[in-house]
């Protein structure tokens, strides 16, 4: 019962064009939601997130769309960098303090 | 601050042998977290602690899988007796309360041959 589902294992991009990575969740109690970046041989680090009770949130070449109705969120990159190749996971939480993840995507972007 | 803290970085064992990972947490975070990362799941929670107690440990597999938090600086997460399907990379991360996601150590890569 996968409750944060990233459907698409792997997407590839040109350098320069925007990357669009996609998240689905099932639980209508997720109170925020974040991506998290993670390269070979290091743990994930927190890029951004969005609460809620937002639709959009913006951190310089990042922006995080929330579309509760269909409990949907995504990720773009605009423009993208070969330095972005890495495996970004979608993540929930407000179920108490932990966070449930999705299986990530691995995005490789081509220069 | 050195972050979050795991050893070893990487473990190779044979079947049937017992594995101790540990991790030592960031200072002043009150939760700490075990996750498993594999390819057909993706990052799993394991167990969670706060204030050194264990508080949600439904992720656990089975039996063979068990945690402990002694005190607030360190972790151990040791699987007895070991299996090949237990190979994956095991992270620890904490947090404090107030914080919206967490610091992840940097993995152990377990292998069980």
């Known amino acids: 019962d996968q409750q944060v589902k990233q459907n698409s294992p792997s997407l590839s991009v040109q350098e320069g064009r925007i990357s669009i990575l996609n998240c689905d969740y099932t639980n209508s109690m997720f109170d925020y939601f974040l991506w998290y970046k993670k390269y070979p041989a290091e743990g994930p680090t927190f890029l951004i997130s969005i609460s809620s009770i937002k639709d959009k949130n913006e951190d310089g070449r990042f922006t995080v769309f929330l579309n509760k109705s269909a409990k949907h969120l995504s990720l773009h990159i605009v423009p993208s960098q070969p330095g972005d190749s890495a495996v970004y996971f979608c993540a929930a939480g407000g179920l108490g303090n932990k966070l449930v993840f999705g299986a990530g995507t691995i995005l490789r972007v081509k220069s | 601050d050195a972050g979050v803290i795991q050893s070893p970085r990487h473990e190779v064992t044979e079947m049937g042998q017992e594995v101790t990972l540990r991790c030592k947490p960031i200072s002043g975070h009150d939760y700490l977290f075990w996750y498993r990362q594999t390819m057909m799941r993706g990052l799993e929670l394991l167990i969670y602690f706060n204030n050194n107690v264990p508080i949600d440990d439904s992720g656990m597999p089975e039996d063979r899988f068990s945690a402990k938090m002694p005190n607030a600086s360190f972790s151990t997460l040791k699987i007895q007796p070991s299996e090949p399907r237990d190979s994956a990379v095991y992270f620890c991360?904490?947090?404090?309360?107030?914080?919206?996601?967490?610091?992840f150590g940097s993995g152990t890569r377990l292998t069980v041959v």
């Open positions: 991360a904490s947090s404090r309360p107030s914080d919206y996601g967490y610091t």
